[in-house]
């Protein structure tokens, strides 16, 4: 599978990472070559295999519906590189 | 007398036990020595206030009569992954320098509710991504480890957990947190002459503790030895309610019942972890190590797990995959960096901050991973890796009708130089070639010292179990212990 | 296909157009705590007071699902005949944006809790069943506010990881007015059950329009998506002029982009989000910090055996009872109101008296109080007394007027009017033989005419009686004494 450097601009584009021509350039023939090692697991046979779903039996519990949390704006907000007024804030977004 | 700093985790518990030292005094001398261990680089943060309370505590406790708790007096160091409340947290990336956690992950938790103490917070490959903790934003960590070619070059402590291993190796630490997601805590237990194990997916609660791949991760002990490891593992491990993935089980006295003796135990030899390219003094150990175990009681079976090829490229397609959605979190809004040049909207925000604070091994991750879930490809990618998964699985489980244990290498090499391998992405995967197929099937897994090589470095042997039969493989790892007979420890040159 | 007699049609210029619907409900699900987390679910707190560090998405936080939620979802699955599925599990859904601290929302796509089910509704005449596909539980997003400041949106995560229903319909609605009858309808089912308040005003409630047109007979159209519609009205317009301006563009050649639009309810119409179309490349997979969520038969019997006889079955009891269709089908379409109407059965009242009496008196009442029927100042109880009284023959219909009059002012018992009040309907034959004969002396002009032919004044020497005795003497002891009087 070779990866051209518009794939990596798309990829970087959905993860959200901004990268340079450079860097698509760079890491097109790299990301191209894991992806190549990766695709041996073609080979493999599983028809009527499952997924894999849990790796040790085990089932997922349910908590009861009773309020254990919240209440702690202060710690939500602790680390926030900007906070106001009990908000977080982000560049204005026109929707 | 030896110094405090060469006792292990026993050691310590006891001689605080018996008087024949006060806690205090060997917070004080791990303080010192994690303070003079600069070059190592093992330490982001120190905290020898947080190991002298712990400390003060248990000799107060002693002082008046109570009976000491498991881990009472022993300081110890936690990977920077574990959020500690209060003490920076960054997992070793810049994305989150200056996070201070508000929480106490359920694992260190439960090592200071046992009396342990927190030296400090140890470096690792960022977000536990890397086998040679040369990913680090705050730098690589150095092993105390030279070789004895007279060349000094700087040797890789093995990663993820690279502080861990590197600070219990130079006897700066009793003992320290790992995490293992494909042989984080093995492969770099292995690479120092130490021990560590990766107890069964769900042991240990992963809440609190940064995640990189969550159907993976699994925290466990470093230590100077097996008994140690058990030790430590009971404080760590339990069942925890804000985990959906923890198992409900009582977490066994597996020191207690500590046991040498393989007599009717059967040991499988997987022969397709003969890999091509592998050292002859690798072969030469596992032959040692199945004359160890064959020595202590066990029977030897051959065993065939046919998969194995395929471990490392599902590894590689799974840990990516939920690494890219663990990370997406990281964005600048909450906590950490924030990168918001005048006039860039939100997304601008979101991807210069993520490209300034994740590092390129990171990002590398993140971007196989969206691209195996993207539209069209996950399919062909991630279901098929997780088929290839069960698969794997299934080897194991026919295994475990013929053998109890299995005994392996834990890594295809000795420690390599830092720089060695960090141009190859695909050659620094292959390290964990023999760790991946275990952690892939959530079973518990221990890499336990047996020699060195030819260059003076340290080899390891892997001994992987049953769910939930760490004591098995505790049983096993203790016997090789007790027959190699391991001495060999780094000189002092930082 | 239901027959319908006169089909929705929009009429263009090339002929008739056929507008496809097909609806996504997000239901708010009732319940104390978050779907993940034990953080509170009230409406209007103040700004990240109902948020742990779960729904901030602190690094090593992990969700837990709430078995209430996952509870109240199966049982609006039973009540809508629908598949429960034993074994569902959670996906994520990865995207950016600021209402979403995790970068993914939890959700489920490849296997959800309830499969496909269905929804009777009735338009005009005809009753249609709506498909629905499937009800899938999920988190719901915070809430960005855009007008606090010039340059910045500030992020309130109080919403953020409450649960969600998404019931998502089958496009099975072709006019706008079947889609305001589902959403109706819905909207009861679920108030029936529990599951969701239906509160639209407050976002308990709101749903996703896709819309295409057709000529009819031919295949679907390229449908638009027009999100978060939060009335049953607004519903109804988005759909109106979706469907317009498609046939509007398909009409002048061109073609439909599918996309996600935003309705504006000040105009009444929609327009394009600014949103990237690549963007959406959701990456979904199964979330790893969870297991799949496998039901028991026990979970699924409590369920079962808790849901409350739903508003089909009850009209149609009701039916049974004689009540009229007219009068079931108002008195079930409001849970509040059929289980008002059930407590005055329970207490003895007869159906169709009592059914008319609360579609008309009570409803009336309320209606001009401005109250709810859960606010109602007479009770079941008293209603039933009230109804008693009437059917006794103590009260005449206008004494039970009175009475209950005075029944929204006091709250009291209606018997307890009654006697204070002395409005107890009489039939003492002496007394009123006595008001008759009085009545008759004082009109010799009205009894002339009578006798002389004019019979209709009849109706005017009842009233003059009743008038005369204060409204409380049988009205039938009246005609019979009056007829006798009148010779
Ligand atoms: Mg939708
Ligand atoms: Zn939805």
Redesign the pocket.
């Known amino acids: 599978m070779s990866v051209d450097t518009a794939t990596v601009r798309r990829i970087a584009g959905l993860a959200r990472i901004a990268i340079t021509d450079d860097e698509a350039a760079r890491l097109a023939p790299e990301l191209g070559n894991i992806l190549d090692w990766i695709e041996q697991l073609g080979e493999v046979d599983t028809a009527g295999v499952e997924p894999m779903t849990a790796v040790i039996p085990n089932h997922l519990r349910l908590r009861d519906d009773v309020v254990t949390d919240g209440g702690v704006r202060d710690k939500v907000l602790a680390n926030a590189p900007q906070a106001e007024h009990g908000f977080f804030t982000v560049p204005k977004v026109i929707e | 007398m030896t110094a405090l700093t060469d006792l292990g985790i026993a050691a310590i518990r006891n001689g605080v036990r018996d008087g024949d030292f006060s806690a205090r005094e060997v917070a004080e001398a791990f303080n010192a020595a994690v303070a003079a261990a600069k070059p190592l680089n093992a330490f982001l943060v120190e905290t020898p206030d947080h190991a002298l309370a712990a400390a003060d505590a248990a000799d107060q406790a002693r002082a008046a009569g109570e009976t000491l708790r498991p881990m009472a007096g022993v300081p110890i160091g936690m990977k920077d992954l574990f959020c500690t409340k209060g003490v920076p947290t960054t997992a070793a990336s810049h994305i989150l320098e200056g996070f201070t956690p508000e929480y106490e992950s359920t694992v260190s938790q439960n090592l200071w509710n046992a009396g342990a103490g927190m030296l400090g917070k140890l470096n690792l490959d960022q977000f536990a991504m890397g086998s040679s903790n040369e990913t680090s934003y705050f730098g690589n960590v150095i092993s105390p480890w030279r070789r004895n070619d007279g060349g000094n070059a700087p040797l890789a402590p093995g990663g993820s957990s690279g502080g861990s291993s590197s600070a219990v190796a130079a006897r700066i630490a009793p003992g320290a947190t790992g995490t293992d997601t494909g042989g984080s805590i093995r492969q770099p237990a292995a690479f120092v002459g130490i021990s560590g194990i990766k107890p069964t997916y769900g042991r240990c609660s992963r809440w609190g503790t940064i995640a990189f791949a969550s159907s993976l991760d699994q925290a466990g002990p470093m230590a100077r030895d097996v008994r140690d490891c058990a030790i430590m593992l009971e404080a760590m491990a339990g069942f925890d309610a804000k985990d959906a993935t923890s198992l409900d089980l009582p977490v066994p006295n597996w020191e207690g019942q500590l046991n040498a003796s393989l007599a009717g135990k059967r040991v499988g030899i997987p022969k397709e972890y003969r890999v091509d390219g592998m050292p002859a003094e690798i072969e030469a150990l596992w032959q040692q190590g199945i004359a160890w175990l064959k020595d202590a009681g066990a029977e030897i079976v051959d065993v065939s797990l046919p998969h194995t090829r395929y471990a490392l490229p599902a590894y590689y397609i799974i840990a990516p995959a939920e690494a890219s959605s663990n990370l997406a979190r990281y964005d600048g809004v909450r906590y950490g960096l924030r990168d918001l040049p005048d006039g860039a909207n939100l997304q601008e925000m979101y991807a210069r901050t993520r490209a300034k604070g994740f590092g390129d091994e990171v990002k590398r991750r993140i971007l196989i991973g969206t691209y195996v879930l993207s539209a069209g490809f996950y399919d062909a990618y991630y279901t098929q890796a997780q088929k290839v998964r069960t698969l794997i699985a299934r080897d194991f489980e026919r295994a475990w009708e013929v053998c109890d244990v299995l005994l392996t290498p834990t890594a295809p090499s000795a420690a390599f130089a830092l720089g060695e391998k960090s141009a190859d992405p695909l050659a620094m995967y292959l390290n964990d070639v023999f760790t991946v197929p275990s952690s892939l099937a959530g079973l518990p897994a221990m890499s336990v010292p047996g020699g060195v090589d030819a260059s003076g470095l340290p080899l390891g042997l892997q001994v992987i179990g049953k769910p939930l039969d760490e004591q098995g493989v505790l049983n096993a790892a203790l016997a090789i212990e007790e027959r190699a007979g391991f001495t060999a420890r780094p000189a002092k040159w930082w | 296909m239901a027959d319908a007699s006169t089909p929705f049609r929009i009429k263009g210029a090339t002929g008739d157009w056929e507008v496809v619907i097909g609806l996504?409900v997000?239901a708010q699900v009732t319940s104390n705590a978050k779907l993940f987390s034990g953080a509170a679910t009230t409406f209007g707190a103040e700004p990240n007071t109902q948020v742990s560090l779960v729904d901030a998405a602190m690094p090593g936080m992990l969700p837990v699902p709430n078995r209430e939620c996952i509870r109240q979802a199966v049982r609006t699955g039973m009540a809508i005949d629908a598949q429960i599925n034993k074994w569902s599990r959670f996906d994520r859904k990865n995207y950016f944006y600021a209402d979403l601290p995790q970068g993914y929302?939890i959700?489920q796509l490849y296997h959800p809790l309830v499969g496909e089910g269905a929804i009777e509704i009735e338009v005009g005449d005809d009753t249609k069943t709506i498909g629905v596909e499937r009800i899938?539980v999920?988190q719901d997003a915070g809430k960005l506010m855009h007008d606090q400041h010039p340059t910045r949106s500030y992020v309130d995560l109080n919403r953020s990881g409450v649960a969600?229903m998404?019931i998502v319909s089958r496009p099975d609605m072709r006019s706008p007015a079947e889609a305001g009858a589902y959403l109706t309808k819905l909207r009861s089912i679920l108030r029936y059950v529990g599951s969701c308040d239906g509160n639209m005003d407050q976002g308990s409630m709101r749903a996703?329009v896709n819309v295409s047109v057709r000529k009819p007979g031919e295949e679907f159209g390229t449908r638009t998506e027009t999100k978060n519609v939060n009335s049953i009205r607004f519903v109804m317009q988005a759909i109106e002029h979706e469907a317009a301006r498609q046939v509007d563009v398909l009409e002048a050649g061109g073609t439909i982009v599918q996309e996600t639009r935003l309705f504006n309810p000040d105009s009444g119409t929609t327009r394009s989000m600014r949103s990237k179309e690549d963007a959406h490349d959701y990456r979904y997979f199964p979330d790893p910090d969870l297991l799949p969520l496998e039901l028991d038969e026990a979970f699924l019997d409590e369920c079962r055996a808790s849901l409350p006889e739903l508003p089909d079955v009850k009209r149609a009891r009701y039916e049974g009872l004689g009540i009229t269709p007219y009068n079931a089908q108002v008195l079930t379409a409001e849970v509040e109101s059929a289980r008002w109407f059930d407590a005055l059965l329970d207490a003895g009242a007869k159906p169709a008296a009592a059914a008319n009496w609360v579609t008309s008196e009570l409803f009336g009442a309320l209606n001009r109080l401005g109250k709810s029927i859960g606010e109602s100042p007479v009770t079941p109880g008293q209603a039933a007394e009230l109804l008693a009284l009437v059917a006794d023959g103590t009260l005449s219909g206008s004494l039970a007027k009175q009475v209950f009059e005075a029944m929204l002012e006091t709250g009291d018992a209606p018997g307890k009017i009654v006697e204070e009040r002395g409005l107890k309907q009489t039939s003492d034959t002496g007394a009123i033989e006595a008001v008759i004969a009085e009545v008759l002396a004082k009109n010799p002009g009205q009894l002339e005419q009578y006798r002389g032919g004019k019979v209709a004044l009849f109706g005017f020497f009842v009233g003059q009686t009743m008038k005369a005795m204060g409204g409380k003497a049988n009205p039938a002891v009246v005609n019979d004494l009056l007829k006798k009087a009148l010779g």
């Open positions: 996504e997000h929302q959700s899938h999920e969600l998404e996703d």
